[in-house]
């Protein structure tokens, strides 16, 4: 099985050869974790934004309400609570009022039963990949495309009520995919002010924490990431500082140096990107510590809480 549009790991632990280009805007070890040693990431806690949870063991219960287990059934889905007339952009109000926020949920759960589909090949500008992939699995059978869709929705959620009008590239509504070049069109399309694709990684058991992924600098075909390159690392840096508060956990130990941050020019959904866009993978599933935080849906409304946090400390800076 292919597992890779997003994750250069995955069963096939492959080297990373590449290091950050520039030096590291922060340095956390994993051994530096605590609360007075996280150094760098305070810089995106003083802007005024204000991450919620401390870091640590705290445990923050799942918000009422958010669906621990998400379905991708249409028919077991039950409808979306509208207590409100349906949502019109004029009538938001909060710090988030105007902006546009595309959630990109990695995969899809009906890729594994689409496969001639998803390897069908497409134009990411400097190659050719895979339409999609199926993403991963923990060893339970609990799939990266599940907690995608649920850490997505819960950021819906938390977005919706601070006033961003929020997108989903697909919500299990659609048999497969889209495909990566789709996937990027949509958030180009809809103008969107930031992007994020939500992942968890499937690694080797021992690789533990969270990486943000940063586009590289690419142009070549459809490809051109000049204008985001910078932006891009704006928001990654900040999601990755509110995501590391709100959840309590350790950036990569096997990417990134410790920094939770990494760049690369070969995902499709980065590549042909044109608004500001960065992936998150939120854990390792394969890797039985991870796999403990993925599966608790306490644990995953904190990962939605850090992403909108690191959102809207982006879009409100
Ligand atoms: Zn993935």
Known sequence: MSYDEN?????????????????????????ALTVGGLGGWLAWQ?????GRAPVGSATTAAKPGSSPTPTPSPTLAPPTPSPAPAKSPTKA???????????????????????????????????????????TATDAGYREAEFTLDVSRRLRTL?????????FTHDADRP?????DERARFGNEAKADAVVSVHADGSAVGNRGFHVILPDRVKAGAADTSKIVGPSRELGERIAGKFL????????????????????????????????KVFIECGNMRDPEDVALLTDPSWRQKAAQGLADGISSYLTR
Not at 93 to 119: C, K, Q
Not at 263 to 273: F, H, Y
């Open 46 to 50: 003083a802007d005024g934004s204000g």
């Open 176 to 180: 497969f995919g889209p495909c990566i």
């Open 159 to 167: 977005l919706e009520e601070q006033g961003a009008q929020v997108e």
């Open 245 to 276: 508060r709100a959840t309590g956990s350790s950036p990569s130990n096997y990417v990134g140096g410790g920094t939770g941050l990494d760049v690369r020019g070969d995902l499709g959904g980065l590549n042909l990107s044109t608004v500001p």
């Open 93 to 135: 109000t909060g710090p988030l009022a105007g902006r546009v926020v595309v959630v990109d949920p990695g995969h899809n759960p009906g890729n594994f039963s689409h496969t001639r589909e998803i390897n069908r090949q497409v134009d990411i500008g400097t190659k050719r990949k895979e339409c999609d992939t199926t993403g």
């Open 7 to 31: 994750h250069r790991d995955n069963w096939h632990h492959e080297p990373r050869p590449r290091r950050l280009r520039r030096g590291p805007v922060i340095v956390v070890t994993a051994a």
